[in-house]
């Protein structure tokens, strides 16, 4: 009988890898890893696109019942012709109508007043995808407060602004329950003209820019490639850049060339608040 081989021995006779196969197995692994993980990121990114533009559509068919609801009008909260935007005044106010509630014109107060009356869940107002600007769902009991704690934070997206001034008035400019299809009514919130680098203003491009040039004019919600945008019929769609209104229109700017100001006409999207 033949006694078994030794331990040592026997291990001393398995084939073992150089370095030489080991680098090439490590340079196989982080080329699959090159390959991989964009794809990852990117299939990724469209389920945070596709889960925003969600959102939006929900809040669309919220706008709609509130309107059916209040003779044909969108929210809005105190109304002044003339005076300029604000936003993210009086939340801790329990009427958002009477004293110590949001300012005239408070862009963020009416869209908090469709999460009071609607009974919209809190998530349903931020976007997704937080990987570039940071939002968490507003806490406070929508029926004992105003507006948004902190609409930076709580409130990802822009909405049509409900307050023209007199001269948009007269120029057909109405929210409501019957819109063009084109009208953008909602979209991933407006970049405005700061922050983020020196890659946000919204008054930069024209139409006729170079794809990089609107860039600057996109949302910062998915990283500046564009934004989901609600239209009056109520259809979401993904757009790569901000001219994209009736008759291109910038919905992010008045046609004016105003950011924090009133709409000019009635197919004039100005869709606030801003991130700055």
């Not at 001393?12 to 990121?41: D, K, Q, R, T, Y």
């Not at 003209?193 to 203003?201: A, K, L, M, S, V």
Request: hydrophobic share 40%; with cysteine.
């Amino acid at each position: 009988m033949i006694p078994p081989m030794p331990t040592a021995r026997r291990r001393a006779n398995l084939p073992a890898f150089s370095i030489i196969e080991l680098l090439v197995v490590i340079g196989i692994i982080g080329l699959l890893m090159a390959i991989i993980l964009p794809v990852m990121e990117k299939v990724r990114h469209k389920s945070y696109i596709s889960a925003c533009s969600a959102n939006l559509h929900a809040i669309g068919q919220a706008l709609v019942l509130y309107a059916n609801e209040n003779h044909g009008a969108f929210p809005r909260t105190n109304y002044v012709a003339g005076a300029a935007p604000t936003q993210g005044t009086g939340a801790a106010a329990s009427d958002a109508f009477g004293a110590g509630g949001p300012s005239p014109n408070d862009v963020t107060a009416g869209a908090f007043l469709l999460l009071r009356t609607q009974r919209l869940p809190p998530s349903i107002f931020i976007c997704p995808y937080n990987d570039v600007y940071i939002y968490e769902a507003e806490k406070a009991d929508p029926l004992s407060h105003a507006n948004f704690t902190d609409p930076k934070k709580n409130l990802g997206y822009s909405f049509a602004n409900p307050y023209p001034d007199d001269d948009a008035v007269q120029h057909g400019y109405k929210l409501g329950g019957k819109l063009s299809a084109g009208f953008a009514l909602a979209a991933d919130k407006n970049p405005g003209t700061i922050g983020y680098g020196d890659r946000d203003n919204v008054l930069f491009p024209a139409v006729t820019s170079s794809s990089h040039e609107k860039s600057k004019a996109n949302s910062n919600n998915h990283e500046k490639d564009g934004q989901n945008v609600l239209y009056g019929d109520g259809h979401v769609e993904w757009q790569d850049h901000a001219f994209v209104g009736i008759n291109d229109d910038n919905i992010f700017t008045s046609q004016r060339g105003e950011v924090m100001g009133s709409p000019a006409n009635r197919d004039d999207s100005l869709l606030l608040p801003t991130d700055d």
